[in-house]
């Protein structure tokens, strides 16, 4: 087969893929456990039935295909097939037809494989009705405990359990496609940011995924009358908070490049227009790929808030709902990755992974890498996109990259 014909297919299943769970807006909506994410399974399975690779699903939902090599342990490729509400075509989606794409074209090159090559589709990345995300990848490495989550419902009472066997995973302890045979993982990606947009480079290396930390705050004053309440007496929980928004910014502003910090979740309570407010919850985010500066950022806000709120006369609570370190992606695999980008462009960007992805988790168990392609800079919408010749690109780099990842592990 021609390298035109990998080309074609590697587009021909990006956009059959991208018609699953199209929604009236044009988006792509495939969380865990709906009917479309359930149809993207079936397309995978099939396609990767239709490439000769054999195919089981796992306990947890993740499906590998694997090309088996003299060695039973396995050297994967993937990412996951789900997606946000009204998401994009290529979060996630991509990097499991890269990995399809490329063991399927090693294998019609006749290649012979040392160790068993796989291409997973790992389950749940996203959020979902579950309110889990990176089920498959933290149930595979032990990070979540089946036993804890089996019995959680969705919005409709299905129980992960139930939801896991809807997607044919199969009850009972799957051993055999265990952590303990993973001997190192690959996440080709989409970007989602514009750095190598606008550096003008298709692939990039992935050198650290982000830590993020998440703390949720409440800021409790007194409810009274909007007009009878002198403005001096009030103890008003939204004044107060806009005024931690404050410092917040000036905070963020003073680590520039390391940091990035949002607000995006706010409750006011009681939420009406003729009552001081009494209330407000928020849920302040921190990222770093620096686990040091990740903490400090955390808490020199905790302390500038508690200050001031003090100041002010009100109470404030915080409660830690996430403190996830930042994950180093493995030397090894980096420098394979810089090789295969290498032969085509000399001079390529290392970059931290702003975004979480199913690599942080398989990184704490296996020597885990990242290849990031370029995208339009923007994801978890309908106008996410990607080039056809990055994509075509990383095919390229991805298939070199894989022969010289599976040569160079020793026996
Ligand atoms: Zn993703």
């Known amino acids: 087969m021609h390298e035109t014909s990998y080309v074609s297919r590697l587009q021909e299943r990006v956009d059959t893929l991208g018609k699953i769970g199209r929604d009236p807006s044009g988006g792509i909506t495939r969380p865990f456990g709906t009917e479309a994410e359930r149809e993207a399974r079936r397309w995978f399975l099939d396609e990767a039935h239709r490439a000769q690779l054999d195919v089981s699903t796992d306990s947890f939902g993740n499906i590998w295909a694997l090309y088996p090599g003299h060695h039973p342990e396995i050297l994967a490729v993937g990412s996951h097939l789900d997606t946000v ?109 514009d750095r190598l947009q606008e550096q003008g480079f298709p692939l990039a290396v992935v050198t650290t995924i982000t830590g993020i930390v998440r703390h949720s705050m409440t800021l409790v004053g007194e409810q ?29 502003a003073q680590f520039a490049g390391e940091v990035r910090g949002t607000v995006g979740y706010v409750n006011v309570f009681p939420n009406s227009v003729n009552i001081v407010p009494s209330r407000v919850e928020f849920i302040v985010e921190w990222r770093s790929p620096v686990e040091s500066v990740l903490h400090f950022a955390a ?49 390529h960007p290392s970059l931290v992974s702003w975004a979480g992805h199913d690599a942080a988790h398989l990184a704490k168990r296996v020597p885990s890498g990242m290849l990031f392609i370029r995208s339009n800079g923007k994801s978890h919408c309908p106008d996410e996109s990607c080039d056809f010749s990055d994509m075509a690109m990383a095919l390229r780099v991805l298939t070199t990259v894989l022969t010289r990842w599976d040569q160079s592990q020793s026996i």
Not at 228 to 235: F, G, I, L, P
Not at 241 to 251: I, K, N, V, Y
């Open 85 to 193: 509400t009204n998401g994009g075509a290529y979060d996630g989606a991509l990097g499991v037809i890269l990995g399809l794409e490329s063991i399927q074209t090693l294998r019609e090159r006749d290649y012979r494989p040392q160790y068993t090559l796989a291409v997973v589709a790992l389950s749940g990345e996203e959020p979902n009705s579950f309110r889990l995300s990176t089920i498959g990848s933290r149930l595979l490495t032990g990070m979540l405990s089946f036993k804890d989550v089996a019995e959680t419902q969705n919005d409709q009472g299905l129980l992960l359990s139930e939801a896991l066997e809807l997607a044919n995973a199969p009850t009972g302890n799957h051993k055999e496609l265990g952590v303990s045979r993973l001997r190192g993982f690959i996440e080709p990606h989409i970007e989602q940011g």
């Open 224 to 252: 009274n009358h909007a007009g009878t309440t002198a403005c001096e007496k009030r103890r008003d929980a939204v004044q107060t908070f806009a005024a931690t928004m404050e410092l917040f910014q000036r905070l963020r």
């Open 299 to 347: 808490e020199t806000f905790w302390t500038q808030v508690q200050t001031h709120v003090h100041e002010m006369g009100l109470k404030v609570s915080r409660k830690v709902i996430l403190s996830q370190n930042p994950v180093a992606m493995d030397p090894d695999i980096q420098i394979l990755l810089h090789q295969g980008i290498a032969a085509y462009y000399p001079q």
